[in-house]
C-alpha cells in the first residue's frame, strides 16, 4: 500500500464489495417481483445514490426509466441540517408513473420524508424507496421504507457513494473513517 493509499484512512469495513452488490441483486429481485407488469421511473438523489443507482438499475429485469434529482440537507459537516433545498429538480412527469426513490442511506430520514412528500404531490401512480442503508438508532422521523439493504450501526459511513468533505465515494466497500480524518 503506498503513503497516498485511501484504504489507509479507513476504520473498519462494514460491507465488502461482495456483500454490497448480493443485497443489490437481493433487492432487484425483490423489486422486479413486486412491479412485475409495471413501468418502473427510478430516481437517484445525487450525489450519493450514483453506485446504488448504476448497480441496482443493471440487476433490474423490470422495464425502466432513469431520472435524478440533487437535493441538499447536509452543510460540510455530518449532521442533517434538516432544510432540504432541491438544487436539481427532475425532468420527468411523474403523473401516473410508478417512482422508485434509489438512496443511499437514510439517516436522520429528514432528507427522504421530504423528499417522499414532495414527489407525492406531483400525481404518481405510486411512490416507494429503496435505500442500500438505513440507520435505525439516528432516525428523527418515521418513513415508509420499502426496500432496505443493510441496517447499520450509528456512525459516519463513506464509500460506495458516501462521502466524506467529498472524498471517498469512488470505495467500492463501505466503511468507517479512522480518527485521524477527522482531526
Ligand atoms: O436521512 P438524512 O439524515 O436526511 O441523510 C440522508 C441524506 O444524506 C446524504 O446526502 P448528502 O446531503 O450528504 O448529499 P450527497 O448525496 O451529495 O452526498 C444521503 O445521500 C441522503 O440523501
Ligand atoms: O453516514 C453518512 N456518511 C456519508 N454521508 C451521509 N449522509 C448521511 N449520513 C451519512
Known sequence: MDSNDVSADLAHVLYTKDQIQDKIAEMAAAIDKDYEGRDI??????????????????????????????????????TSSGVVRILKDLDTDLMGKHVLI??????????????????ESRGPASVEICTLLRKPEAAKVEIDVKYVGFDCPNEFVVGYGLDFAEKYRNLDFIGTLAPHVYN
Open 41 to 78: 421511473l427510478v430516481v437517484g438523489v445525487l450525489k450519493g445514490a450514483v453506485m446504488v443507482m448504476a448497480d441496482l438499475s443493471r440487476a433490474l429485469h423490470s422495464h425502466v426509466t432513469m431520472d435524478w434529482m440533487a437535493v441538499s440537507s447536509y452543510g460540510s459537516g455530518t
Open 102 to 119: 434509489v438512496e443511499d442511506i437514510i439517516d436522520s430520514g429528514l432528507t427522504l420524508s421530504w423528499l417522499k412528500s414532495n414527489l
